[in-house]
């Protein structure tokens, strides 16, 4: 069965460092989302992406966040200066047309 | 701003029995609903969905229906088993444009089902 693939697992690191997160959706979707849990709370909506620019983006995803489709698999989200309250675990989903988004295992950021 | 709101943060019930997952939500924007499962150390897995302009959906042991009026839908899971202990997400979604559908999440719900 086809699946959302993310890179790391885990990755520690230092308060004011930047993190790329890196996510293989698949392969015939054209919709490309993350989404964080921060610990003990929802999953929220940081972004969604099509036709290699973002179509629509929350209040949570500020300068400090970008997201890049640099080749035909890859979809990456980086924090430029990461911050403690970033510490979380980013979800990448993708779709096709419809309602359902199929989720990556995850990527769990903890910021010292 | 809860507009999905899940009010219990956890439920047992007995192997066999029926498991009943409640979801409010206030945006009557929210156009189609999911339900998701999560189990530890994985990503939300999809589980069964429902149109607005439904009021059941059926899937085997899952069942979501769909109360517009109150703004309320629940995932009936019947017969319950262990392995469907987990943390049930419910999901809203609008058409946010470009095709693209934002989902709103509620805070989950734990399941815990016992042999």
């Known amino acids: 069965e086809p699946e959302v693939t993310q890179t790391p697992s885990h990755q520690v690191t230092q308060m004011g460092q930047e993190v790329i997160l890196r996510c293989v959706p698949i392969s015939n979707h054209l919709y490309f989302y993350w989404y964080r849990q921060i610990l003990g709370q929802k999953v929220e909506f940081l972004v969604s992406f099509y036709n290699n620019e973002i179509s629509e983006k929350s209040e949570i995803f500020d300068d400090q966040f970008s997201v890049e489709r640099p080749d035909g698999s890859n979809f990456t989200l980086k924090i430029r200066s990461t911050k403690l309250e970033d510490s979380a675990m980013y979800f990448c989903a993708s779709s096709v047309e419809v309602n359902v988004l199929t989720f990556g295992a995850g990527s769990r950021l903890t910021v010292l | 701003d809860q507009q999905v709101k899940q009010n219990s943060p956890s439920l047992s019930v007995q192997e066999g029995r029926i498991s009943i997952l409640n979801c409010d939500y206030t945006?009557?924007?929210?156009?189609?609903f999911l339900w998701y499962k999560k189990y530890p150390a994985e990503g939300p897995t999809f589980l069964i969905s429902i149109s607005s302009i439904k009021d059941k959906n059926e899937d085997g042991r899952f069942t979501v229906f769909l109360n517009k009026s109150a703004k309320h839908l629940s995932l009936h899971i019947v017969p319950s088993q262990p392995g469907d202990s987990a943390v049930y997400f419910c999901a809203a979604s609008e058409y946010s444009g470009a095709g693209s559908y934002q989902l709103t999440f509620g805070k989950g719900t734990k399941l815990s089902v016992i042999p």
């Open positions: 945006n009557s924007m929210f156009d189609y």
